[in-house]
């Protein structure tokens, strides 16, 4: 028998490439996203009609209870979050319902209606904060220093306590940055890949970033909810980071984009106050190899290929509309 899964923020990019993915495995899916069905953006658009949508909100326990009820799923991913660091700045009591409080009641809602439910929380490696050691691993001390970070770590520590306490079969995927076509554009990534595309394509003529020394682990979300789909298919939960282990700068980010479409960067970029942030972190990369030895799990994009197949992406959309 097929089995069922239930995605929260299914409209997200990792929702896109979950739903996808799980299709092809034959599951039912049931998404859930806070806004009406005819609001999505586009990244589910092409699956509306194979999943069943839901209204429903981390900040409403009785829509998770229902939900749960009518889904019995199989299956819960839980990608619902305020997802972006420096609005956790300016919403921090938003960040913290949603991003923290919003998973106990998940965690609640499978304990009363469903309790062998496996569940998948979505952590980041944002929980390192600015870590001691490099890379990070699953035994590395979390330090968060965002509100963000601050929320995910209460969600991923009680994620933890329901599984050893309660026996619930939760996981945690620490996760490192994790990038596509996708991707929001107010992250960096999108951000610069669009830009070049429309800056190539005469329809920008300036690029305004902040801090160009930030270093990231930069993967494909592809890559990743793969490694989030083993992680419930193991005998026992656990926790994983998921991470390329390779470190880049934006500077590199900027140059490869740019260089791909023969533009040279430093003439359209512009470094502006307004874009850098009251903590940045450089120290992020992960040590990926219990996902590696345990779930089999490697990633297949580099660095490069990812940057590249962004850019492509952006030049073919504006393409389309020019
Ligand atoms: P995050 O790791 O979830 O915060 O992902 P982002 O893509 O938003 O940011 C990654 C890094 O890029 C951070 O260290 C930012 O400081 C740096 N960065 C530099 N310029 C920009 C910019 O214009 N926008 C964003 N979002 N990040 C920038």
Redesign the pocket.
């Known amino acids: 028998m097929s089995k069922t899964a239930l995605i929260t923020g299914v409209a997200g990019q990792d929702g896109a490439y979950l739903t996808e993915l799980l299709l092809e495995k034959n599951y039912r899916v049931f998404g859930m996203d806070r806004q009406a069905p005819e609001d999505y953006v586009d990244n589910i658009e092409h699956l509306k009609n194979k999943i069943i949508l839901r209204r429903g909100n981390l900040m409403d326990q009785m829509s998770l209870i229902d939900l749960i009820e009518e889904a019995q799923p199989d299956e819960i991913y839980n990608f619902a979050a305020q997802s972006?660091?420096p609005l956790s700045w300016k919403e921090p009591v938003i960040t913290g319902d949603v991003n923290a409080l919003g998973v106990t009641r998940i965690l609640e809602a499978i304990r009363r209606v469903k309790p062998d439910v496996k569940f998948y929380q979505a952590s980041s490696s944002?929980l390192f904060g600015k870590p001691e050691t490099k890379p990070q691993n699953e035994n590395t001390p979390f330090n968060p220093g965002t509100p963000y970070g601050t929320a995910k770590l209460y969600a991923h520590n009680i994620t933890a306590n329901y599984r050893d306490k309660l026996g619930l079969f939760s996981c945690s995927g620490i996760l490192y940055?994790h990038e596509s076509p996708r991707r929001g554009k107010?992250?960096?990534?999108r951000?610069i890949t669009l830009s070049a595309a429309k800056i190539k394509l005469g329809l920008q003529k300036e690029l305004?970033?902040?801090?160009?020394d930030?270093h990231?682990d930069w993967g494909f979300a592809k890559d990743y909810v793969h490694a989030m789909w083993l992680m419930l298919q193991q005998d026992e939960p656990d926790d994983y980071v998921i991470a390329t282990g390779e470190e880049h700068s934006?500077r590199e980010l900027v140059e490869t984009a740019f260089s791909h479409l023969g533009l040279e960067w430093e003439k359209y970029v512009v470094q502006d106050p307004k874009?850098f942030?009251p903590v940045?972190?450089n120290m992020l990369v992960g040590d990926s190899s219990k996902a590696r030895k345990r779930l089999n799990w490697k990633p297949s994009v580099s660095f490069d290929q990812l940057v590249k197949l962004m850019v492509d992406s952006d030049v073919k959309e504006l393409e389309k509309s020019l």
């Open positions: 972006f660091i944002e940055n107010e992250f960096v990534t951000k305004h970033l902040g801090n160009l930030a990231r934006v874009f942030r940045d972190l």
